[in-house]
């Protein structure tokens, strides 16, 4: 089965540094990587994504992500935060589940704070 | 357009209330899906329609029942719930199952369920 960690719970940045969050997955085929973002009591909004191709996806808002498949990693980063990036940033992978269904599976998320 | 519109935004409902939540998009998605998320943790996925069928049921308790009546369409149905049903519902489509594995759910903005 499919699983997706996201190693850091909450990471305060200041703002214009810059912004790295890390997602490791675990998949036995080729993934299917999302990134979304979700701010206080809202829903989600997709990010960026990889199907395949360049390894380096650019997404909005300014945001980009690598896939590494050596290192099974899709981190996403942003060269430089605005304040209205704090939010909830969640990294997903897509795949088809034993009985043979399509579904996302999310990591549990990494809370972003910025400070002025 | 990417958008998946959900009413009503907040919903504050007794344990012996009946009341519905709807979703709809008009994207020509044939997949559409609920999830719940509870405070400060991923989506979990309670229900999916691929083709205006049911096609994944996980494991969630009777009280809550899904419909499909077309394919822009996707209510949930709640009765007698509990006070720990309290979350945000979201609703997500995508263009379909996942039959070539590339696929994209998009989010609507949620329903706040408050069960008291």
């Known amino acids: 089965a499919q699983s997706v960690t996201q190693p850091d719970i909450h990471i305060t940045v200041s703002e214009g540094a810059s912004l790295e969050l890390r997602c490791n997955y675990s998949?036995?085929?080729?993934?299917?990587l999302f990134w979304y973002v979700q701010s206080p009591g809202q829903g989600l909004q997709l990010l960026l994504k990889?199907?395949?191709?360049?390894?380096l996806v650019q997404g909005i808002k300014g945001f980009e992500a690598e896939f590494k498949r050596s290192q099974s990693s899709f981190n996403l980063r942003k060269p430089s935060v605005h304040w209205s990036d704090a939010a909830e940033y969640f990294c997903?992978?897509?795949?088809?589940?034993?009985?043979?269904?399509?579904?996302?599976?999310f990591g549990k998320g990494t809370k972003l704070s910025v400070i002025p | 357009d990417t958008e998946v519109t959900q009413t009503p935004k907040h919903l504050v409902m007794g344990m012996t209330n009946k009341k519905s939540l709807k979703c709809e998009q008009h994207?020509?998605?044939?997949?559409m899906y609920w999830y719940k998320q509870k405070a400060k943790k991923p989506p979990e996925l309670m229900f999916v329609?691929?083709?205006?069928?049911?096609?994944i049921n996980e494991s969630v308790p009777s009280r809550f029942s899904p419909e499909c009546p077309n394919s822009s369409l996707l209510n949930l149905h709640l009765h007698a719930l509990q006070p720990e049903d309290s979350a945000l519902y979201l609703c997500?489509?995508?263009?379909?199952?996942?039959?070539?594995?590339?696929?994209?759910?998009?989010f609507g903005p949620g329903t706040r369920l408050l069960v008291l």
């Open positions: 997500a489509s995508s263009q379909d199952q996942g039959s070539s594995g590339e696929e994209t759910q998009y």
């Open positions: 998949y036995g085929a080729t993934p299917y």
């Open positions: 990889y199907f395949s191709g360049d390894t």
């Open positions: 997903a992978v897509g795949a088809y589940s034993g009985a043979g269904s399509y579904q996302l599976t």
């Open positions: 994207m020509g998605h044939r997949a």
């Open positions: 329609y691929s083709y205006e069928k049911l096609s």
